[in-house]
């Protein structure tokens, strides 16, 4: 199973980005969804997850109002739009895939190779 993490780049602060992350070797409608990020010399954090049919989200106080995840199932492939971005949201973000519902919880199965962001200032 490997999970496919892109979009990340350098964007200035009030500006917009959009992960996506593709996952292979599973049956991507059956997994939940979520995006971490691990800010440099900060512990990884939850940002935003997804049920399997995208009908529960879920968003970490940082990313409530900024920034939303959205899946679309028949292209496999999952997104995180990330609007009037900030300084403070610089970092490397990763994907991760389970069944279960773990919303923040970080026992996710599957996890990405990371994708990064940088905000200037």
């Known amino acids: 199973v490997q999970l496919q993490a892109s979009g990340g780049g350098l964007v200035q602060a009030g500006g917009s980005q959009r992960l996506s992350c593709t996952p292979s070797?599973?049956?991507?409608?059956?997994?939940?969804m979520g995006w971490f990020r691990q800010a440099p010399g900060k512990e990884r954090e939850f940002v935003a997850a997804i049920s399997w049919n995208g009908g529960t989200t879920a968003y970490a106080d940082s990313a409530k109002g900024r920034f939303t995840i959205s899946r679309d199932n028949a292209k496999g492939t999952m997104y995180l739009q990330m609007n009037s971005l900030k300084p403070e949201d610089t970092a490397v973000y990763y994907c991760a895939a389970d069944r279960r519902w773990l919303r923040g919880r970080p026992e996710y199965e599957y996890w990405g190779q990371g994708t990064e962001v940088t905000v200037s200032s």
């Open positions: 070797g599973v049956t991507f409608g059956g997994y939940a």
